[in-house]
């Protein structure tokens, strides 16, 4: 299965400030999801990332808070803006490197504003 | 859409003890399903997946589930947990052909001496 290579693994940010989190993956895939985990709580998809193309948000999501990048197959960022205490979250990245059924998951960043 | 839902927020079982972890899901669909664990401080990691075939679905870590497709269901077990156990295990579920994931909210399995 790909491996992630997930960065920063965890921050501390003023709020007002903005984020960027990286996820390199070994090897092409087609597409790479972003994801949320409040504290004491399950995942939430922020949006899709092909690349080429616009990222797909979630609802309740939007591009301006959370402006994805995909500048190739192997790469892409995803930037917290203007943050407030409320953003405070792991964020996860995850490729479904071998079709449906081979989901991985970088290791997470956790994200503390203060 | 899919939803899922894990009945239990915590399970508590002591050492060596046998465990189910239960999970439910609504769908209009076929579906694939899957659990991931989480450890403290770490990434998810993929227990084991069911995409077609046997319901027995056998993970890694001693881990089994099995997909009972009348009930809706993809309960966990181990027949006898260790120490290293002790982790959030989630229960998600994409719907054939289109790659998005739906996570219940995770059980925490804490395992003690």
């Known amino acids: 299965s790909a491996v992630i290579s997930q960065k920063p693994s965890r921050d501390i940010c003023q709020r007002g400030t903005s984020l960027t989190i990286q996820c390199q993956v070994d090897?092409?895939?087609?597409?790479m999801f972003w994801y949320r985990q409040q504290p004491g709580q399950s995942l939430t998809l922020i949006a899709t990332a092909n690349q080429g193309s616009e990222a797909t948000y979630e609802s309740g999501f939007v591009i301006d808070k959370f402006p994805i990048s995909r500048p190739n197959l192997t790469f892409s960022t995803l930037t917290v803006s203007n943050m407030s205490p409320e953003d405070s979250s792991i964020y996860l990245c995850?490729?479904?490197?071998?079709?449906?059924?081979?989901?991985?998951f970088g290791s997470g960043t956790r994200l503390t504003v203060v | 859409a899919q939803s899922v839902t894990q009945l239990d927020s915590q399970v508590p079982v002591f050492e060596e003890a046998p465990v189910e972890l239960r999970c439910n899901y609504s769908?209009?669909?076929?579906?694939?399903l899957f659990w991931y664990v989480q450890y403290p401080n770490q990434g998810l990691q993929l227990l084991l997946k069911y995409l077609s075939g046997s319901t027995l679905v056998k993970g890694i870590n001693g881990f089994e589930a099995e997909f009972n497709k009348s009930q809706t269901s993809f309960h966990l077990r181990k027949p006898s947990v260790h120490i290293s156990d002790t982790a959030e295990y989630f229960c998600a579920v994409s719907e054939q052909g289109y790659s998005t994931l739906t996570f219940g909210k995770g059980t925490m399995l804490l395992v003690s001496p």
């Open positions: 995850s490729v479904d490197g071998q079709g449906i059924g081979g989901y991985t």
């Open positions: 090897s092409q895939v087609t597409m």
């Open positions: 769908s209009s669909v076929s579906v694939y």
